[in-house]
């Protein structure tokens, strides 16, 4: 069967707040000056938002350019930051210190980026762009000249073992004279584009963390709407980067997470139970009990910053959003950066269009973002997250030095040099982590959490975790570093089996738990782990995270 080909002016992988704002903008331009141009937008979740996780406290900067009557449309950002609480913890004590200015909320608003996602896809629609969620791009498309020609959609249908099933239907391939890549941190599209056009050659390796988040219900006298606390220090230790969030939103319910920066050492940390962990401390358990547990997710960020962001362009395409590195981790936030890159990038497109320029690349496009608030703003944040490379302690000292007196203008930037998954030392070098029993009531395991995560995989597929060498996990992993994937994973996707008499333990992957948060991709030691996309409409339904 062949696959059934459309064309479109622009298509635009991956339905997040950066993809949807450019197609709201080219939208936008086109009825401001008579000049239609068609826009595709394509999600590989069940619906627009599925795949979406983030804290989230949202700056509506960009918003406010995009759509300033946001307010009245009824966007789903109903609960303005209250107050801000920054908190070191030990053991036993929390202690208050000065919120940096990059933290203060006032302004911003508390909410589900998920929803925020479906809201502006309906806003989207309503001026004319085509959005199919559901289909996962799984090819990238190339013409005669290497130039990006669009993407293919996965096949459907396909078993196990590769043979088709009766189920089976062909991807779809969608041809564009410009397709913009906005698929998140690590998306697996974009990790080809890296590697063919060499994007990252000028750039610092990309850091990433794991963030864990789950909702809760709590009791109406401990619920502070618009409150936002983050902390650091324990349970981390001064050497691993992390910390938390809580934000109380509305209907007394409160998003709490744990982000552990992926560029950790001990093989035996695991971020999901170092989360759990984080949530019996005195001054965290008081808040959750008596509550219920409503939602649970995890997702990688990208938290490199001013010095990872790749080359934004290439022949027919370009990258927008956290696929391109805009989160600004000091303000733990991404959405308005990844909204203004979507509407940059589409602003440089269709003035391209217009003048009907030859060339395939749109190098305006960082040129214009440079001239930005996105530039300036991650330029000025741009050493606090390299400083926490040598420590806890005196990366708080240098950050304030930075922060107050050069205001982000420090004559010098500092560089993270290594990439995640070559900081892990060996298990024989480093002492064994033994965490505690799951309560069942403020802590859990994590394959009761994947019920609040709503994870669903077609099972008769070829899984989409794949290994490059099959004899890695147990030659290399197991035999070094005591099989790490067995705790970096928040899904228990992996595990070390033994169930052959006399037999030789072999990894096990239970692909079907994916909840796509990347984080096998990003941590394995050896690269050896590949993910792919899934049949389209897998993996977990976030309702509102």
Known sequence: MEREVMEYDVVIVGGGPAGLAAAIRLKQLAAEHGHEVSVCVLEKGSEIGAHILSGAVIEPRALDELLPDWRTREAPLVTPAADDHFVFLTGKWAVPLPTPPQMENHGNYLGSVGLLARWLAGQAESLGVELYAGFAAAEVLYDAGGAVRGVATGDMGIGKNGEKTDRYTPGVELHARQTIFAEGCRGSLTKVLFDRFGLARDADPQAYGLGIKEIWEVAPEKHKPGRVVHTIGWPMDARTYGGSFCYHMENHQVAIGFVVGLDYTNPYLSPYEEFQRFKTHPSVRPLLEGGRRIAYGARCLVEGGFQAIPKLTFPGGMLVGDGAGFLNISKIKGTHTAMKSGMVAAEAIFDHFRAEAPAPEIVAYPERLKQSWVWDELYRTRNVRPSFQYGLFPAIAYSAIDTYVFRGKAPWTLHLHHHDHDTLRKATEVPR??????????????????????????????????????????KINLALYDAPEQRYCPAGVYEIVNDQPGGAPRLQINAANCVHCKTCDIKDPTQNINWVVPEGGGGPNYSNM
């Open 433 to 474: 982590i033994d965490y505690p029993k799951p309560d069942g009531v403020i802590t859990f395991d994590r394959l009761s959490s994947l019920a609040f995560a709503n994870v669903n995989h077609e099972e008769n597929q070829p899984a989409h975790l794949r290994l490059r060498d099959h004899t890695v996990p147990v």
